[in-house]
C-alpha cells in the first residue's frame, strides 16, 4: 500500500498546493469516519500487531502516534484512529478561533522529504474543538489535546490563556500537550525558561489535581534550545511530574539547501531527524527515567521510529513522514518493529 501511495497517489498530490491538499484530506477523513463499510476496510487494510505500552497511566495498543497540528480542530479523529495509531495528539487548540499566519505558510522541500510550515496556530478555538470531539469520542485509543496561546494575547496572560483553554478541553482529552515550542508564535518559545515554565504549567497542574480525575501533561519543547532551558525544563518536568515531547520543528536550516533559509517557519521531516534524536537522547539522560518522554521528529520508516525507541522514548508521533510515505506509514513502521523483534521491554 506505502508502495501505491508514493508511486501514484503523491504524485498527483504532490501538484497540487500544500494546505488545500491537507484541508481536502482533512475533509474527506471527516466525511469517511461516518461511512461505517468504508471506515472498516481503512482499518482492516492498516491491522498491524500489537505492541502494547503503558505510559503515565494510559493503555496503548502500540507506541506510534499521530503528532499535533495535523488534525487541528479534532474534527478527523475517528478516521485517523483507524489508520493503526496508538494514539493520537490533536491541535494545537487555542482558546479562541485564530486564522494564523497570511498564506502561502506551508510549503513542501520534496529532496529533502521536508515541510517548512509557518501555520501560527490556525484554527477553530476550543469550543468548536470541544464540539467536535463530543461527536467522535470515545476512540478505542488515547488521545492528547496540544493546547497553545492565542497570537493577540500577550505573554503576561499566557498563563491565562493557556489555562482557559485547558478548562474547556479537559474532558476530551486523555493527556494535555503544552505546546511552547512553535515557532510561528511571536515569543512563544521564552517560555522554555524555568520560573515562566513553572507559572505556566502550575496553575495547569492545580486545576487538573482538583478534578475527578488528574489527567498526565507532556510539555513540548523545541529542538534548538539552549542547553540550560532544556537542563531546567527536564529539572521541572521531573520536579512537577509532567513528561516531555521532544521536539517541535525547527528553525535552523543547516541540514537543507541554503535557498531555504529565506522561508520563515519551522523545518521538520528527514532533516530534523538527527537534531530531534539529539535533543530527546539528552532529554531521557536528564529525566533518568523518572517522568515519561515521547520522541517527535523526522519519522519516515521502521528504522527511524526504532532509533527514537532505542534512545529511550516510551512513545513516538509522526507528522510529515505521513506526507511523504502515506498513511500505511504506521503500518509500516509496526511490521518493522516486530521483523526486528522490538518488545516494549526493551525500553
Ligand atoms: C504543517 C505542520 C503543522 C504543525 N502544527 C503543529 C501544532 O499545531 N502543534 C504542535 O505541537 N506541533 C505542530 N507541528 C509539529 C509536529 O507535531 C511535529 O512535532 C514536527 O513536525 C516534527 O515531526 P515530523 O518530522 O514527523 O513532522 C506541525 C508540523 C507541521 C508540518
Redesign the pocket.
Known amino acids: 500500500m506505502g508502495f501505491l501511495y508514493r508511486k501514484l497517489v503523491r504524485r498527483l498530490l504532490f501538484n497540487f498546493n500544500p494546505e488545500l491538499m491537507h484541508d481536502a484530506a482533512i475533509k474527506s477523513a471527516r466525511a469517511m469516519q461516518h461511512v461505517g463499510p468504508l471506515s472498516a476496510m481503512v482499518r482492516f487494510l492498516a491491522r498491524a500487531k500489537d505492541f502494547p505500552v503503558t505510559v503515565a497511566g494510559m493503555k496503548f495498543r502500540n507506541p506510534v502516534g499521530l503528532?499535533?497540528?495535523f488534525d487541528?480542530n479534532c474534527e478527523a479523529a475517528r478516521f485517523l484512529a483507524g489508520l493503526g495509531f496508538g494514539f493520537l495528539e490533536l491541535?494545537?487548540v487555542t482558546l479562541r478561533p485564530q486564522p494564523g499566519n497570511p498564506r502561502p505558510r506551508?510549503f513542501r522541500l520534496r529532496e529533502n522529504k521536508a515541510?517548512i510550515?509557518r501555520?501560527g496556530?490556525n484554527n477553530a478555538g476550543a469550543w468548536d474543538a470541544a464540539r467536535s470531539l463530543e461527536k467522535l469520542l470515545p476512540l478505542p485509543i488515547p488521545v492528547g489535546i496540544?493546547v497553545?496561546k492565542n497570537a493577540d494575547c500577550s505573554m503576561e496572560d499566557a498563563s491565562r490563556n493557556y489555562l482557559e483553554t485547558l478548562k474547556v478541553m479537559y474532558s476530551y482529552g486523555d493527556y494535555f500537550?503544552v505546546?511552547i515550542?512553535?515557532p510561528n508564535t511571536l515569543q512563544l518559545r521564552t517560555l522554555h525558561s524555568g520560573e515562566k515554565l513553572r507559572r505556566l504549567v502550575e496553575p495547569m497542574l492545580d486545576f487538573a489535581s482538583g478534578q475527578k480525575k488528574a489527567k498526565p501533561f507532556f510539555v513540548?519543547i523545541a529542538p534548538d534550545l539552549e542547553e540550560r532551558d532544556l537542563e531546567s525544563a527536564a529539572a521541572l518536568a521531573v520536579e512537577m511530574g509532567f513528561g516531555l515531547i521532544a521536539?517541535?520543528?525547527t528553525v535552523s536550516r543547516s541540514a537543507v539547501p541554503a535557498y531555504w533559509k529565506s522561508y520563515e517557519g519551522?523545518l521538520?521531516?528527514t532533516p530534523?531527524r538527527a537534531l530531534?534524536n539529539e535533543v530527546l537522547g539528552r532529554t531521557v539522560v536528564l529525566v533518568k527515567g523518572k517522568v515519561p518522554v515521547m520522541g517527535?521528529?523526522?519519522?519516515s520508516d521502521g528504522a527511524s521510529a526504532l532509533e527514537k525507541l532505542k534512545l529511550g522514548a516510551d512513545l513516538v508521533?509522526?507528522?510529515?513522514?505521513l506526507i511523504y510515505e502515506g498513511p500505511f506509514l504506521v503500518k509500516e513502521i509496526l511490521e518493522y518493529l516486530d521483523r526486528h523483534h522490538w518488545h516494549p521491554s526493551h525500553r
Not at 296 to 299: E, P, R
Request: positive net charge; glycine residues 22%.
Open positions: 503528532a499535533a497540528g487541528k491541535g494545537t506551508l515541510i510550515n501555520m496556530f496540544s497553545g500537550a505546546n515550542s512553535s513540548k521536539t517541535n520543528t519551522g521538520s521531516g530534523l530531534s517527535s521528529g523526522g519519522i508521533q509522526i507528522y510529515s513522514g
